[in-house]
């Protein structure tokens, strides 16, 4: 099944290899449309997953700070999501 991320009319990300973790869809890095996505400054701890990392998306000039997220090093128990990204902040994710 194919999932779709749309943000401010434009598709972020598509793939049908999207992984879900507590309900999150995480696509592969490659699925994303680059120009939309540049890095945050923003970092969190997650106990379980590690250090994530965000992007801010900027769609038509409106930017979304931090919308996207990602974890470059993930833990033992997260490794499934390494070079994944997951969206939320308005960020629709829905099936294609």
Known sequence: MAMRAVWNGQVL???????????????????????????????????????????????GGEANPDAAWFYPQPKTEAEHVRDRVAFWHGVQVETV
């Open 13 to 59: 990300a598509e793939s049908d290899d999207t992984v879900v973790v507590e309900g999150n869809h995480y696509f592969p890095a490659e699925s994303l449309n680059s120009e939309f996505f540049s890095a945050s400054e923003t970092h969190t701890v997650c106990p379980w997953k590690g250090l994530a990392s965000y992007y801010t998306v900027t769609v």
